[in-house]
């Protein structure tokens, strides 16, 4: 089993940052099997969408709305991902969840609680 805390979520102006971090609880028996870590994020009346994800080979992957702004890091050690968000939008308004992946002989995927980021105009 994974858990995962989310912090770092609030209100910002439009032009800000934030900086979200989220935190995996997982046995050392099973660290080896965390494999991809990332962002996705709903906004009101929408589907959740990727935000960003990465591996940890070091591949990357940003949706092509926040290409430029938004980078995603990861502590090995500590088991936590973090997703710097610069030049904020209005359009960024959404729940922001963390997503973690865990590969055996099949594919598990584990959720966040969720953290709102609002950017006002």
């Known amino acids: 089993q994974v858990q995962l805390v989310e912090s770092g979520g609030g209100l910002v102006q439009t032009g800000g940052s934030l900086r979200l971090s989220c935190a995996a609880s997982?046995?050392?028996?099973?660290?080896?099997?965390?494999?991809?870590m990332g962002w996705y994020r709903q906004a009101p009346g929408k589907q959740r969408e990727l935000v960003a994800t990465?591996?940890?080979?070091?591949?990357?992957n940003y949706a092509d709305s926040v290409k430029g702004r938004f980078t995603i890091s990861r502590d090995n050690a500590k088991n936590t991902v973090y997703l710097q968000m610069n030049s904020l939008k209005p359009e960024d308004t959404a729940v922001y969840y963390c997503?973690?992946?865990?590969?055996?002989?099949?594919?598990?995927?584990?959720w966040g609680q969720g953290t709102q980021v609002t950017v006002s105009s």
């Open positions: 997503n973690a992946v865990r590969i055996t002989w099949k594919e598990y995927n584990y």
């Open positions: 997982i046995s050392i028996a099973s660290i080896g099997t965390l494999k991809t």
């Open positions: 990465l591996t940890t080979d070091g591949s990357t």
